[in-house]
């Protein structure tokens, strides 16, 4: 049974950083690719980034370019989300999801799905 289970969010000021992990389990994920999204109160979950398991190629919306880093260490079976610059617009639930080929930006193409992790940005 495939599992993922974020860890590090918190409350951090605007400007600052965070490094969220996904540690996967119960299957080979090297056909996979793994994927962040996160969710405001009120709004629509959205992608954040997704990186290919094998080849390690990356995917960033716009919104999250040239500040946050997705990243995998095949070794440990986890994924980060480097974040930097944090601004307000960034708090959201924050949740990992895994799919099978090549990173994608939609959500329905995901099949399993981790709790989340909270961040909240304060200005």
């Known amino acids: 049974q495939v599992q993922l289970v974020e860890s590090g969010g918190g409350l951090v000021q605007a400007g600052g950083s965070l490094r969220l992990s996904c540690a996967a389990s119960g299957r080979a994920f090297s056909a996979y690719a793994m994927g962040w999204f996160r969710q405001a109160p009120g709004k629509e979950r959205e992608f954040v980034a997704a990186?290919?398991?094998?080849?390690?190629?990356?995917y960033y919306a716009d919104s999250v370019k040239g500040r946050f880093t997705i990243s995998r260490d095949t070794a440990k079976n986890t994924v980060y989300l480097q974040m930097n610059s944090l601004k307000p617009e960034d708090t959201a639930v924050y949740y990992c999801?895994?799919?099978?080929?090549?990173?994608?930006?939609?959500?329905?193409?995901?099949?399993?799905w981790g709790q989340g992790t909270q961040v909240t940005v304060s200005s």
């Open positions: 999801a895994t799919r099978l080929g090549t990173g994608s930006k939609w959500s329905g193409e995901y099949d399993y």
């Open positions: 990186i290919d398991w094998s080849g390690g190629n990356t």
